[in-house]
């Protein structure tokens, strides 16, 4: 008997966030189509590609749905009202809660979404990549900031600061997906600020000392 009627509505802002949920947790590649249309209330091909256009359409969709929501734990890093030091500690401690949080996939979409993918999806690796590369460069652009406001001094302990700092934002997705807890977490990015407070002051005694 031939189907009549209207095709099934769907809610699209619910099925990018099924979407959204459904990359975090298992990643680009491993994700396919019909584990998608399921998940997504089990909408039909024709309505998939209508709404989203194609799998990696939908995937970059959901990284900017999660840069919107979940990433703004990022937003310390560009706000220049914060002390820089402060604007460091703030983004990884909110991020270490973020990631821990089990009302969601834990760990970081953006560190572990598309880290190991295959030639012919390599745009995607791209995507992240750069993402990963502004956050790098926010790290950067507030060690820099302090250095210019004279917290810090030029040198080449200092210079490795944003490497120290971006590491450690990067693995703590691995960390947390393998179930460490936002207290264990913050725990060790109190030992890490130890690291900044130590050159801050070192470079304040040997100022003083040439005084």
């Not at 095709?7 to 099924?18: G, H, N, S």
């Not at 249309?37 to 998939?48: E, V, Y």
Request: hydrophobic residues 35%; glycine residues 6%; contains cysteine.
């Amino acid at each position: 008997m031939a189907r009549t009627g209207r095709p099934r509505e769907f809610d699209r802002d619910k099925a990018l966030d099924a979407a959204l949920t459904l990359f975090w947790t298992q990643g680009y590649e491993p994700t396919s189509l019909n584990q998608l249309k399921t998940c997504m209330g089990n909408i039909s091909p024709a309505s998939f590609y209508a709404a989203f256009g194609s799998k990696e359409a939908l995937f970059r969709e959901a990284v900017q749905r999660y840069l919107e929501t979940y990433g703004q734990v990022m937003a310390p890093l560009s706000d220049e009202t914060l002390a820089p030091r402060d604007a460091i500690e703030q983004t990884l401690r909110r991020s270490a809660r973020m990631q821990t949080t089990r009302s969601h996939p834990t760990g970081c979409l953006i560190v572990l979404g598309a880290c190991n993918c295959s030639p012919e999806n390599q745009s995607v690796q791209t995507l992240l990549a750069a993402e990963r590369e502004r956050t790098r460069k926010g790290i950067k652009a507030c060690v820099d900031r302090a250095v210019a406001d004279g917290k810090l001094t030029a040198s080449p302990t200092t210079e490795t600061l944003p490497t120290l700092f971006t590491t450690f934002f990067h693995g703590m997705a691995c960390e947390a997906r393998d179930g460490d807890k936002a207290k264990k977490l913050d725990a060790a990015i109190t030992t890490l600020m130890q690291v900044w407070d130590s050159l801050a002051v070192k470079n304040a005694k040997r100022s003083s000392s040439h005084q």
